[in-house]
């Protein structure tokens, strides 16, 4: 199974610090954060990558490479300095990702969710990975039914992780250009064909300089108990 990072977001809140630099090589622990999704993807046997970028994009090339420092083969789809949105830029990937079910994760979350957990999935059109929801997110996004269905009218939201297992069908009526993945998948939930499960353990939305501090101790803490 390919994994998709997506990598391509201006990261306007973490201004300055993404005025030169783009936000997946922002450093927690000394490493830039898309290295640590790669290392995790790699340990769980996903080693063809794909990896979509924008603004600064050249500089994720040039830090990552061909992958072959982390165990593994990554192929990039730029889009120029004008990002194409989540969905937007899962299609224009679509080529490098090929016609089989494909994971994507946001390249601006960390976690120590186990992603082999996902590579013996049957999915339909896609199958999410809920959390609590964070306390900047406290609406949430989706629910989850007594048979792992995903709904989106329930009272008691969860909140959408950044993971989930993607058919290419899932993008087949879209148009290529920007486009958001929220839509997509709200419109799959309502006939039905979206999965779930949600996790427990570790999970982050990297979205401002605080949060990435945050991360810098967690990650730092965990090495001094190991």
């Given at each position: 199974?390919?994994?998709?990072?997506?990598a391509?977001?201006r990261?306007?809140?973490?201004?300055?610090l993404?005025?030169?630099t783009?936000?997946?090589?922002l450093?927690a622990a000394?490493k830039?954060?898309?290295?640590h999704t790669?290392?995790?993807?790699v340990?769980?046997?996903?080693?063809?990558i794909?990896?979509?970028?924008?603004?600064l994009?050249?500089?994720i090339?040039e830090r990552?490479?061909?992958?072959?420092?982390?165990?593994?083969s990554?192929?990039?789809s730029?889009?120029?300095?004008?990002?194409?949105?989540t969905?937007?830029g899962?299609?224009?990937?679509?080529?490098?990702?090929g016609?089989e079910?494909?994971?994507?994760?946001n390249?601006d979350i960390?976690?120590?969710f186990d992603?082999?957990?996902?590579?013996?999935?049957t999915?339909?059109?896609?199958h999410?990975?809920?959390?609590?929801?964070?306390a900047h997110?406290?609406?949430?996004?989706?629910?989850l039914?007594n048979?792992?269905?995903?709904?989106s009218?329930?009272?008691?939201?969860?909140?959408f992780s950044?993971?989930?297992?993607?058919?290419?069908?899932?993008?087949?009526?879209?148009a290529?250009?920007p486009?958001?993945?929220g839509?997509?998948?709200?419109?799959?939930?309502a006939?039905?064909?979206?999965?779930?499960q949600k996790i427990?353990?570790?999970?982050?939305?990297i979205?401002?300089?605080?949060?990435?501090q945050e991360?810098?101790?967690y990650?730092t803490?965990?090495r001094?108990?190991?």
């Open positions: 199974m390919k994994a998709m990072i997506l391509a977001g990261g306007e809140r973490m201004r300055p993404t005025d030169h783009p936000k997946p090589l450093q000394g830039p954060l898309i290295e790669i290392k995790q993807l340990a769980a046997g996903f080693n063809d794909v990896i979509n970028h924008a603004h994009g050249l500089q090339e990552l490479g061909n992958g072959n420092q982390f165990g593994a990554i192929n990039y730029p889009e120029g300095e004008h990002a194409l949105e969905a937007g899962i299609i224009n990937a679509l080529p490098l990702l016609n079910v494909f994971l994507v994760v390249g960390a976690t120590d992603f082999s957990e996902l590579k013996n999935l999915v339909d059109l896609a999410l990975v809920l959390v609590d929801n964070p997110h406290p609406e949430g996004d989706f629910s039914d048979t792992g269905s995903v709904v009218n329930s009272s008691e939201h969860l909140t950044g993971i989930g297992l993607y058919r290419s069908e899932l993008f087949s009526h879209i290529t250009g486009s958001k993945l839509p997509v998948l709200r419109l799959a939930i006939k039905g064909r979206v999965s779930g427990n353990g570790f999970w982050m939305d979205g401002t300089p605080e949060r990435l991360l810098d101790f990650y803490q965990q001094k108990r190991s």
